[in-house]
């Protein structure tokens, strides 16, 4: 439904930081809330942070095991998502990405209606 193009993932090491971004090319980014997920390999998708829609003022969540360590923000001039990491793991490593919905009551929704781009390859080494 939404294009979303995610960029800037590759190779750091332990203690590293990256910054993600997510590309929408639509016309109504704003009337969206987005998030960031990834997967390692053979496990289950996972939430990693989202960003809401506000109008007055974005409110942000996210999963505890990222907290103090990554920044999710947006541009919506940009129509761009971004993540910050820091202080990266072997453990963060996976594919990230970013997901788009008009009106996620939590994170779960993005997996019932969201859209979902092709995702970014993110390597830790220790």
């Known amino acids: 439904q939404v294009p979303l193009v995610e960029s800037g993932g590759g190779l750091v090491q332990a203690g590293g930081s990256l910054r993600l971004s997510c590309s929408a090319s639509?016309?109504?980014?704003?009337?969206?809330?987005m998030g960031w997920f990834r997967q390692a390999p053979g496990k289950d998708r996972e939430f990693v942070a989202t960003?809401?829609?506000?109008?007055?003022?974005?409110?942000?969540t996210y999963a505890d095991f990222v907290k103090g360590r990554f920044i999710i923000s947006r541009d919506n001039a940009k129509n761009t998502v971004y993540l910050q990491m820091n202080s990266l793991k072997p453990e963060d490593t996976a594919v990230y990405y970013c997901?788009?919905?008009?009106?996620?009551?939590?994170?779960?929704?993005?997996?019932?209606?969201?859209?979902w781009g092709q995702g970014t390859q993110v390597t830790v080494s220790s």
């Open positions: 997901a788009a919905h008009p009106d996620p009551d939590t994170y779960i929704d993005y997996e019932h209606a969201g859209s």
């Open positions: 639509i016309r109504t980014f704003s009337s969206y809330d």
């Open positions: 960003i809401s829609r506000s109008r007055s003022g974005a409110k942000t």
